[in-house]
């Protein structure tokens, strides 16, 4: 059966995630106090905390004190997939949008245990965030793994892979930079498929479901989908010129 996709723009204040309560644990809250400073971009927001103001700005050479390939994770949970790819990728730049406070401090203690000095993390809204904050054709590989299924049909809106944000990620990767995928759902991995494949600025890598990505590391969210059974779905696209 064909997915069935809306075509209804995505409002501001329609958002992919639901904040929990920001109460940190007492090492969080530590691990944010005295990290904070090094890891930690605080662009401009509008009325929600987790926004990112439309003339925010971030001079991410600056940030980084180098110019170089930028890589860029969107749900960024506790860092387990943030730390590994730092330590993978010392000569790229990796930037994480995280919306949740406790994850984003445990994310902190990550970075600092692994000596990630290459990372740089954003509380903010991850869809907003690469709007603003990064220009067309800057972002060398995007990653979203586990997103929020958001299983209701009423609540398909606020997947955040649809194709409004198919369309941003695809101007704002370098041409032939690619865009990784994974979820445990199968309706919402077929819903990717659908969106990416009707998308204009991607192609399917390899042309149906990615093989697992090896630079992957099993996080607390693969591994609840393997213990209830479910499938792991890879996808891979590139983004391809005008």
Same mark, same amino acid.
């Given at each position: 059966?064909?997915?069935?996709?809306?075509?209804?723009?995505?409002?501001?204040?329609?958002?992919?995630?639901?904040?929990?309560?920001?109460?940190?644990?007492?090492?969080?809250?530590?691990?944010?106090?005295?990290?904070?400073?090094?890891?930690?971009? =605080?662009?401009?927001?509008?009325?929600?905390?987790?926004?990112?103001?439309?003339?925010?700005?971030?001079?991410?050479?600056?940030?980084? !004190?180098?110019?170089?390939?930028? !890589?860029?994770?969107?749900?960024?949970?506790?860092?387990?997939?943030?730390?590994?790819?730092?330590?993978?990728?010392?000569?790229?730049?990796?930037?994480?949008?995280?919306?949740?406070?406790?994850?984003?401090?445990?994310?902190?203690?990550?970075?600092?245990?692994?000596?990630?000095?290459?990372?740089?993390?954003?509380?903010?809204?991850?869809?907003?965030?690469?709007?603003?904050?990064?220009?067309?054709?800057?972002?060398?590989?995007?990653?979203?793994?586990?997103?929020?299924?958001?299983?209701?049909?009423?609540?398909?809106?606020?997947?955040?892979? !649809?194709?409004?944000?198919?369309?941003?990620?695809?101007?704002?990767?370098?041409?032939?930079?690619?865009?990784?995928?994974?979820?445990?759902?199968?309706?919402?991995? =077929?819903?990717?498929?659908?969106?990416?494949?009707?998308?204009?600025?991607?192609?399917?890598?390899?042309?149906?479901?990615?093989?697992?990505?090896?630079?992957?590391?099993?996080?607390?969210? =693969?591994?609840?989908?393997?213990?209830?059974?479910?499938?792991?779905?890879?996808?891979?696209?590139?983004?391809? !010129?005008?």
């Amino acid at each position: 059966m064909p997915v069935t996709i809306t075509a209804e723009p995505i409002r501001r204040d329609v958002v992919s995630y639901v904040r929990r309560g920001p109460r940190m644990n007492s090492s969080q809250a530590r691990a944010w106090e005295t990290l904070r400073e090094r890891y930690v971009v =605080e662009p401009a927001h509008d009325e929600r905390v987790t926004s990112v103001a439309a003339d925010a700005a971030v001079d991410w050479d600056a940030e980084f !004190g180098r110019r170089a390939p930028m !890589g860029v994770e969107i749900g960024s949970g506790a860092g387990e997939t943030l730390a590994a790819l730092a330590l993978a990728r010392p000569d790229e730049n990796i930037v994480g949008f995280e919306v949740f406070a406790p994850a984003a401090a445990s994310t902190l203690s990550r970075l600092d245990r692994a000596g990630a000095g290459n990372v740089r993390l954003v509380v903010a809204d991850g869809a907003q965030g690469l709007a603003t904050l990064f220009g067309p054709r800057c972002v060398s590989e995007l990653w979203t793994f586990f997103p929020d299924p958001w299983h209701k049909k009423r609540h398909h809106k606020r997947r955040l892979v !649809g194709a409004e944000f198919a369309s941003l990620a695809a101007s704002r990767l370098v041409v032939g930079g690619l865009w990784r995928l994974a979820t445990d759902w199968a309706d919402y991995a =077929e819903w990717m498929r659908a969106v990416l494949d009707a998308e204009p600025g991607l192609a399917n890598e390899y042309g149906g479901w990615a093989p697992r990505w090896d630079q992957r590391p099993v996080t607390r969210f =693969e591994r609840r989908g393997l213990d209830a059974g479910r499938t792991i779905y890879d996808l891979c696209y590139r983004a391809v !010129g005008a």
